[in-house]
Nanobody, 125 residues
């Protein structure tokens, strides 16, 4: 099975950028769709972006965020630009074994089998 570890979170000023990393251990991401979700205190878990490991095709809802993968490092990234205070949340990496291309179905958290522990992103004004 896949174990996921997020990193790269921290404190950043509004308008700044962060790059989050999701590293897989135990096995590779081959044959998986990998996604980022976020959750702020007292709020529902919210979809951010998803990528097919095999094809590299991605799906997102906010153009400030770009998802990518590095085959050699077995890692998925989330590049976040022009951050706003409302982006503050714990960001989670998740994965599901699938050969489907990312689309609207990837926005539902119950589609995924494996979750990381999250990395905190705090955006200050």
């Amino acid at each position: 099975q896949v174990q996921l570890t997020e990193s790269g979170g921290g404190l950043v000023q509004a308008g700044g950028s962060l790059r989050l990393s999701c590293a897989a251990s135990g096995r590779s991401f081959r044959g998986y769709v990998v996604a980022w979700f976020r959750q702020a205190p007292g709020q529902e878990r919210e979809f951010v972006s998803a990528i097919s490991w095999n094809s590299g095709s991605s799906y997102y809802v906010d153009s400030r965020f770009a998802i990518s993968r590095d085959n050699a490092k077995n890692t998925v990234y989330l590049q976040m630009n022009d951050l706003k205070t409302e982006d503050s949340a714990v960001y989670y990496c998740t994965a599901t074994a699938s050969d489907r291309e990312p689309s609207g179905w990837t926005s539902f958290s119950d589609e995924y089998d494996y979750w990381g522990q999250g990395t905190q992103v705090t955006v200050s004004s």
